[in-house]
């Protein structure tokens, strides 16, 4: 099991700028792929950005692209999303994940995880 600790989220105005970060114990981490999700409330949880193992690949939603960088220090065991250009629509709860399984997945399944953190909020205002 990977355990998962987010940091980084607050309020900021429209058009600012946030970093999240995400520490992850418990697993070798160059062996984990990552994802970040957010919920709003009375939503579903959505995909923002995931990464693949070795980092490599990153992916995104349409929402975000252009937007939110995803990256992965397997160094330092934390994956971390620079998000810019925020807007009032970005205000949720940002979740990171591990996934440990091996195989192919979809990235933007929330069930294709295996572990979650606790959350971090995020609040754009107007």
């Known amino acids: 099991q990977v355990q998962l600790i987010e940091s980084g989220g607050g309020l900021v105005q429209a058009g600012g700028s946030l970093r999240l970060s995400c520490t992850a114990s418990?697993?070798?981490?160059?062996?984990?792929?990552m994802g970040w999700f957010r919920q709003a409330p009375g939503k579903e949880r959505q995909f923002v950005a995931g990464?693949?193992?070795?980092?490599?690949?990153?992916y995104y939603a349409d929402s975000v692209k252009g937007r939110f960088t995803i990256s992965k220090d397997n160094a330092k065991n934390t994956v971390y999303l620079q998000m810019n250009s925020l807007k009032p629509e970005d205000t949720a709860v940002y979740y990171c994940?591990?996934?440990?399984?091996?195989?192919?997945?979809?990235?933007?399944?929330?069930?294709?995880?295996?572990?979650w953190g606790q959350g971090t909020q995020v609040t754009v205002s107007s």
């Open positions: 994940a591990a996934r440990v399984r091996s195989g192919n997945y979809y990235y933007y399944s929330p069930s294709a995880y295996d572990d």
């Open positions: 418990g697993h070798t981490f160059s062996s984990v792929a």
């Open positions: 990464i693949s193992r070795v980092p490599g690949s990153a």
